[in-house]
């Protein structure tokens, strides 16, 4: 699988990681499928992006479609914060235009943040220690 997921309860945290090349598909397939659990309702994400080999998209439009149902899927009553880690140019843009469309949505209730490495990522989620620690291997994680 192009995205998996680990889930650390204890921080409230989903880490995911993408692999390879990633289509709008594997994208909105991540998004309804981590987000429509409602035990994850209020989380925080971190997605690191740095093996993505390729990325797929139809078009640039899709990106707006991802960040309204994203904004769609946010609990109303919750606020959270997902950082993006995307050290490499085209993943970066990426990134700052879900970051921005994200933030013109009404219904959103989560901070996003892209950056070149982890570490600020992690500064920006509040977390001082990488809690990855190899638990990013396989989707789900722990319930």
Request: aromatic share 10%; glycine share 10%; hydrophobic share 40%.
């Amino acid at each position: 699988m192009p995205i998996e997921y680990f889930v650390d309860h204890e921080r409230k945290l989903v880490l995911a990681k993408g692999r390879g090349t990633i289509t709008d598909q594997d994208v909105f397939g991540y998004q309804r499928e981590v987000w429509s659990r409602p035990d994850l309702a209020g989380y925080s994400e971190f997605i690191d992006m740095g093996e993505v080999e390729r990325i797929v998209l139809p078009s640039t439009e899709r990106v707006w479609d991802l960040a309204l149902l994203s904004a769609d899927m946010d609990p109303q009553d919750r606020a959270s914060k997902f950082a993006i880690v995307a050290p490499e140019g085209l993943l970066f843009g990426l990134g700052r235009m879900y970051e921005t469309y994200r933030s013109l949505q009404v219904r959103s209730t989560k901070q996003v943040g892209v950056f070149r490495s982890a570490e600020e990522a992690f500064a920006f989620l509040g977390i001082e220690a990488d809690p990855r620690d190899g638990s990013c291997q396989g989707k789900g994680g722990p319930s």
